[in-house]
């Protein structure tokens, strides 16, 4: 049965499709939005932040005169409705006209019943403020206990976030849409003081989110989240640059995601129009090592990006990016497919999962690196998406026969993402389950490395 929230913001957003056709656009969608959020931090044993609201939406797109625009307003009375209409088609009609902007065809809409993705947890929906103000306090007592018993705590950090959604969308073609989601997430952080390091600081974090408020809380998974971040600031200790020079780069899964996001953004419709993206006209082609295989799968159970229907009310489906290193296909709503004369798929990604290229994770990959970089963290550094040059700033640790011999700071990987990822060696089968990008831990052959110098002596040597 649908929640009264979803009954308002369907009445809303057919309320406002009316309102476009009786302002004169010949086409319309209307996209009604709710959601609950609470936000809270502790540190160091007080009160950092709290914040608790309900925001409230609709944004419309007009069709209008050959021309097109888009629309928000958080007024989602009645009254306010025709006024907000009246004055978006005025806007509307000053733009430029652009033809090729409409609907999807009608046939590409989702059609109902909804399937059960898992994404509501009633347990979760009507949890209270002060559930969440406790799940951060313990969660910072934790994250200060771990760090005292790691030695030299210099701070502590503990919180929690969930969140509450619904989603309708109303086109004027007929199409009627809805979706409710939670979501929540709890946080440890840890900031230990490097003796070996003139006092530097050394910093760990690690969190984990659910749909279910049952897979968030429990004293052993939330001291097992503390510790994760204590071990993370720990192992961090001493850390110096690696050698310079060409050596194999293994990202570690959460890390990974800075890769693969970079990679995702080439294949959007608006960044291929827009000619920033090395990979436009490569369709079809080796783009990777054939090892490397992403699809999007918006059908996942409990997926953070799971959904039935897309922004434009297309039925969500799974399609391949990159197949066996082959570019397949790329994020094409209506109006980029229409312009650049491909078939439509979705406009933005959903869950994206890489096919595992044999059993192990990290620390599988790990103590199988006779010599290079394990990567744990991105800092800073730039992607070209035109060109596919990259420079990245990293942390993490240098590898000498299977082991760690230190941690790494201070060196920069740079390259081109065509040499990346046909360099590739390993997937992993170790995703990680906490975001839409679920990227497994990857291995690269020699990739470029600066760092301390390659002289005797030198740092790493």
């Not at 049965?1 to 209307?30: F, I, P």
């Not at 049952?214 to 200790?237: C, E, H, N, Y």
Request: with cysteine; charged share 20%; glycine share 14%.
């Amino acid at each position: 049965m649908a929640s009264q929230a979803l009954e308002d913001l369907t009445r809303v957003a057919e309320q406002a499709l009316v309102a476009a056709k009786q302002a004169g656009a010949r086409e319309a969608s209307a996209n009604a939005t709710r959601s609950r959020f609470v936000d809270v931090g502790f540190r160091d044993g007080g009160l950092e932040k709290a914040s608790a609201s309900i925001r409230q939406g609709l944004t419309v797109r007009l069709f209008l005169d050959g021309r097109y625009a888009l629309h928000s307003t958080s007024d989602l009375r009645p009254e306010a409705l025709a006024g907000f209409m009246d004055k978006a088609a005025a806007l509307t009609r000053l733009l430029e006209p652009d033809p090729q902007r409409s609907l999807p065809e009608p046939a590409r809409y989702a059609r109902g019943p909804a399937p059960d993705l898992g994404l509501m947890d009633q347990s979760l929906r009507q949890s209270p403020t002060a559930l969440w103000m406790d799940l951060g306090r313990e969660m910072e007592g934790l994250s200060r206990a771990a760090g005292q018993g790691a030695g030299q705590l210099v701070s502590a950090q503990g919180g929690s976030y969930m969140e509450v959604s619904q989603d309708v969308l109303a086109t004027s073609y007929g199409f009627l849409g809805s979706q409710e989601e939670t979501g929540g997430f709890v946080v440890a952080s840890t900031v230990l003081m490097d003796p070996g390091q003139g006092g530097k600081r050394r910093s760990g974090y690690w969190w984990r989110g659910s749909r279910r408020l049952a897979d968030l809380g429990g004293q052993d998974r939330l001291k097992t989240l503390a510790s994760t971040a204590a071990a993370r600031a720990l192992r961090q200790m001493g850390a110096r640059p690696g050698p310079s020079g060409a050596f194999p780069v293994l990202v570690e899964n959460q890390a990974a995601s800075r890769l693969l996001g970079d990679l995702l953004g080439c294949l959007s419709g608006a960044t291929l129009h827009q000619e920033r993206s090395y990979l436009r006209g490569r369709q079809g082609q080796a783009v990777a090592a054939p090892l490397l295989s992403i699809s999007d799968q918006p059908l996942l159970k409990e997926g953070f990006g799971s959904r039935w229907y897309d922004g434009e009310g297309v039925a969500a489906q799974p399609f391949t990016l990159i197949e066996g290193g082959v570019l397949r296909d790329f994020y094409l709503d209506t109006y980029y497919a229409r312009m650049l004369g491909l078939k439509p798929t979705t406009g933005g990604h959903s869950n994206v999962l890489l096919t595992p290229s044999q059993p192990g994770g990290f620390g599988e990959m790990l103590a199988g690196l006779e010599r290079g970089l394990a990567v744990t963290s991105f800092l800073g550094g730039n992607f070209n998406s035109t060109t596919g040059d990259f420079s990245y700033g990293l942390q993490g640790l240098w590898v000498e026969g299977g082991q760690v011999a230190h941690a790494v700071e201070g060196m920069n990987m740079a390259g081109n993402f065509d040499g990346l990822w046909r360099s590739l060696q390993r997937v992993g089968d170790d995703p990680f389950p906490y975001t839409k990008l679920r990227t497994p831990s990857l291995l690269f052959g020699e990739l470029r490395l600066s760092g301390a110098s390659l002289a005797p002596g030198g740092a790493g040597q």
